[in-house]
């Protein structure tokens, strides 16, 4: 797989049909004004940390600190929505008073939830403008919509070495069409060339690691604004890196809920060049982490157009804490059917299934695969599902449970347990997509529309800066929704114990979402 083909499909990506598939209708326009609703600071940027080769410091003199301590962000910002969108004027957007925004009510925190020595141990326990990195136990930052606001807010793993991905998460770092191809990245005095980038989007970087970079993270926006992290990248020592108490253990319980991250540590790590990510039960969480040994399902979760593979690491956290092994593979960014790209998307799922997995790392010494499969999908993801199971039947075989996220428009079906969830503000998956594929499929199967939810806010770090929605509910709140019944319906695929299964058989009421079922 090239990996500058994700890349060069976001330049042309808005112009289709953003996420979703040949029937979307959306008529995507972009502004290149980036800078126009940024918020400035008199701070300078740190005078220790030089980016190389002809920048002019000058330019850079409105830094912004990008203080991960501080992830609410300035206390005088102010959230913006838009309201009456047209095709002429997608952006046009009112600034909402602060004593008459909605907000999201903060979940009662009990004492059985307490996540110990780390900020949060389940998606839903941080504030609502933050996702929980289950890995990390970190409550993170994250954007609802579209924000022309430049900021910097965190990046993981926070320590790394060549052939590990680093994941940058922000807000704005471009938002023209061309933009992506003006951005420009830092570790310490280290800029990474073109070709280091895997994928990136309007607010995530996903890059390779230098040898031997280390230091501040530096980005360059499309503007020429300079964004800087508050804490250093560290060299991370090859293979397996032991636990140190600076991630979660393991915690040997049942989760209480079905966004609570289970009795295992959420590891992960990158095979090969393209950047698979691959996460899987583990001693402590995050990068290279001892994995448990043992015998798991594979789940392998598709990406929709436009997002990066690894936008989707809430569920796959989970997952891999509940004893599963899951894998993210990127792939080129089509709109329809293209032999190359399913055949690669199977040449990257196929070497983690129905195998010993500790010839692909030490990190997985003692874990191994079963025969059984299940898919995630996410939009043009869940096409792309389609043709993998017809142009390799052996796959479609072994599928247990398929679950469909602001799926395509199609008219095929696919194996196993399945789950179509769609949200009713997502302007690129229509309800005719996520019902049809409903109606098409047989029992069990599940039904879940997710009231004023979008298109972005399936994925972890996603914002369409096309037709999408203006969300009612958080980031965190729709992640929280759709993790609820994903969890419960691949532990029952797949034969595990469940703790949550109520989720499935008698869903908690909420005017959040609605259910139907035919089991």
């Not at 300079?226 to 991370?236: C, D, K, M, T």
């Not at 997509?433 to 499929?441: A, E, I, L, P």
């Not at 965190?476 to 034969?495: D, N, T």
Request: charge should be negative; charged fraction near 20%; include cysteine.
């Amino acid at each position: 797989m090239k990996p500058f083909i994700p890349c060069l499909f976001l330049l042309f990506g808005l112009l289709l049909a953003g996420c979703g598939g040949d029937d979307a209708t959306s008529d995507p326009t972009s502004n290149s004004n980036g800078d126009s609703d940024r918020s400035t600071s008199e701070t300078e940027w740190d005078s220790g940390f030089n980016p190389p080769g002809d920048t002019d410091t000058d330019e850079f003199s409105e830094y912004l600190p990008g203080d991960e301590d501080d992830l609410d962000g300035p206390e005088d910002e102010t959230e913006t929505t838009e309201d009456d969108r047209d095709a002429d004027d997608v952006f046009e957007r009112e600034t909402i008073p602060e004593n008459e925004r909605e907000t999201t009510p903060e979940i009662e925190r009990e004492e059985a939830d307490d996540p110990g020595d780390f900020a949060c141990d389940r998606l839903d326990f941080c504030p609502s403008n933050q996702v929980c990195n289950l890995a990390l136990g970190r409550c993170e930052k994250r954007s609802t919509f579209v924000d022309y606001n430049q900021q910097f807010f965190s990046f993981h793993p926070r320590v790394g070495r060549s052939g590990d991905l680093l994941v940058i998460d922000g807000q704005a770092f471009y938002t023209s069409l061309a933009g992506n191809f003006s951005v420009k990245v830092w570790i310490g005095a280290t800029q990474l060339q073109f070709l280091q980038f895997i994928a990136w989007d309007e607010n995530r970087l996903l890059v390779r690691i230098p040898s031997g970079a280390s230091g501040l993270i530096g980005v360059q926006c499309e503007t020429g604004y300079f964004l800087q992290s508050s804490e250093e990248f560290g060299v991370a020592p090859e293979g397996t890196i032991a636990c140190d108490g600076s991630t979660p253990a393991a915690r040997n319980e049942t989760a209480s809920t079905p966004t609570q991250i289970g009795p295992y540590a959420a590891g992960y790590l990158d095979y090969t060049n393209e950047g698979v990510r691959v996460f899987y039960p583990a001693s402590c969480g995050s990068l290279r982490r001892p994995g448990v040994p043992g015998t798991y399902p594979l789940v392998a979760i598709l990406h929709g157009n436009g997002a990066g593979h690894v936008n989707y690491e809430y569920l796959g956290q989970l997952l891999a804490s509940r004893g599963f092994v899951v894998v993210n593979p990127p792939s080129t960014h089509t709109n329809s059917y293209d032999e190359e790209v399913i055949r690669t998307l199977k040449n990257s799922i196929e070497p983690f299934h129905d195998t010993d997995l500790g010839g692909l790392h030490p990190a997985l010494s003692g874990l191994s695969t079963t025969g059984e499969l299940g898919f995630i999908c996410h939009s043009r993801g869940c096409g792309r599902q389609m043709e993998l199971m017809g142009d390799y039947p052996s796959l479609a075989r072994d599928t247990e449970a398929s679950v469909f996220l602001g799926p395509v428009g199609s008219n095929e079906v696919v194996p196993g347990h399945f789950m179509s969830i769609g949200a009713t503000n997502d302007g690129q998956s229509f309800a005719s997509y996520y019902t049809g594929d409903y109606n098409r499929h047989s029992a069990p199967k599940w039904l879940v529309e997710i009231q004023g939810g979008n298109h972005s806010l399936f994925a972890d770090a996603k914002t369409y800066f096309s037709m999408d929605g203006v969300p009612a509910p958080s980031r965190q709140r729709q992640l929280s929704i759709v993790a609820s019944f994903v969890v419960p319906l691949m532990e029952r695929a797949f034969g595990k114990a469940e703790p949550h299964s109520e989720w499935l058989d008698d869903p908690p009421e909420s005017t959040d979402y609605t259910v139907e079922s035919d089991l």
